[in-house]
């Protein structure tokens, strides 16, 4: 079968790339977002710093980054403007195994399995000739990757590699300082049903706007009350007033300051297409440690191509596929690599 590689799979929704292409150095890399592609995605945007915004829930996980775009609802006055904030958040990379119906599919997991009893090994589906395993961690070391493509070997009809892998969300808010009217505050399991147990955010919201009264004022807006924007909210909603004129910055820091005495984090609204993957797909279908120039062999010309790429990689260059290959030893391709494969086709071993 020959070999494929899958550069970057990206959903429409998102438009941008985890990684590019990789070259030589390239498997110094993965596991990281190109940082310069994602500015030039949100170049627009202030960046911030997820752990210090709690009031979005956002420190709760690890978010590698977190971006704020500001525009204008129906006013020239900054307070009235919604603000998007945009999350990209690290997910399990995976290893999908398609195989023939004909195969126990029972030992392969078995044998993957040992390689760390943390991996999440999910027969996920069959077809009338073919069934699925994925492989879930939340980072794959090369030489593990290695490992599994040497466990199922020629029982796989294809081998996908999806590394980089994050989720792509946006958090959009109306008016930075507005509110749930409830909060969820316990489940109750009772006899085979469970009960959602609510508590009103007002008595909360409303002492903070009595504490603070030079600041901000309360209000309640509802469905067919037109609120301080103009718009008819489409749920009962609490809002902390601005006093007077804030920056936008200035109002995401009185969310913060809200968040930190009362625990009440704004409300906010995604739409549907707001979450998307990123991440990267390498096809090891045909995987062959050593193969820098993917003919299916291992020979002299590996080493001759590794040598080449890293002692001029302006214009000689591996494909992804071939940049993992090379990496003979599972440590960043290096010219230890070309020497290794050389060692071993001469019969030398260490």
Not at 4 to 18: D, E, G, H, Q, W
Not at 115 to 138: C, H, N, P, Q, R
Not at 210 to 237: A, C, I, L, Q
């Amino acid at each position: 079968m020959k070999k494929r590689i899958i550069s970057t799979v990206l959903s429409a929704v998102t438009a941008i790339s985890a990684v590019t292409a990789m070259n030589t150095n390239a498997l110094f890399g993965w596991g990281t977002l190109v940082e310069e592609e994602i500015e030039e995605k949100f170049k627009k945007c202030i960046k911030l710093d997820a752990k210090e915004y709690e009031c979005f829930n956002l420190a709760k996980s690890e978010y590698p980054n977190l971006y704020m775009y500001t525009y204008n609802l129906n006013s020239t006055i900054e307070p009235n403007s919604r603000i998007v904030i945009y999350v990209l958040l690290k997910t399990d990379d995976s290893i999908w195994i398609e195989v023939g119906k004909d195969i126990d599919t029972s030992e392969i997991e078995k044998q993957i399995k040992a390689l760390d009893e943390g991996f999440e090994v999910v027969k996920t589906y069959a077809t009338s000739d073919t069934s699925y395993i994925k492989v879930l961690s939340e980072e794959f070391p090369i030489e593990t990757v290695k490992e599994i493509c040497e466990i199922v070997g020629d029982k796989a009809i294809k081998t996908d590699y999806n590394f980089n892998s994050y989720r792509y969300d946006n958090l959009q808010f109306d008016y930075i300082t507005g509110y749930d009217d409830n909060r969820v505050v316990d489940i109750i399991e009772k006899d085979g049903y469970r009960e959602v147990i609510h508590e009103s955010n007002e008595e909360i919201l409303t002492e903070y706007a009595e504490k603070h009264s030079d600041e901000v004022e309360f209000e309640y807006f509802y469905p067919s009350k037109e609120d301080h924007r103009g718009f008819e909210p489409w749920t009962g909603t609490y809002y902390l007033i601005p006093k007077k004129e804030l920056t936008t910055m200035e109002h995401l820091e009185l969310a913060k300051d809200i968040y930190e005495e009362t625990g009440l984090s704004p409300f906010f609204y995604s739409h549907e297409s707001a979450s998307a993957p990123i991440s990267s797909t390498l096809d090891l279908t045909n995987y062959l440690n050593g193969d820098a120039n993917c003919d299916n062999i291992q020979s002299m010309a590996d080493a001759a191509s590794i040598f080449q790429a890293i002692g001029n990689p302006d214009k000689y260059s591996l494909s992804d596929l071939g940049a993992f290959n090379a990496d003979f030893a599972n440590d960043g391709l290096t010219p230890d690599d070309a020497i290794a494969i050389q060692k071993r086709l001469a019969g030398i071993t260490e």
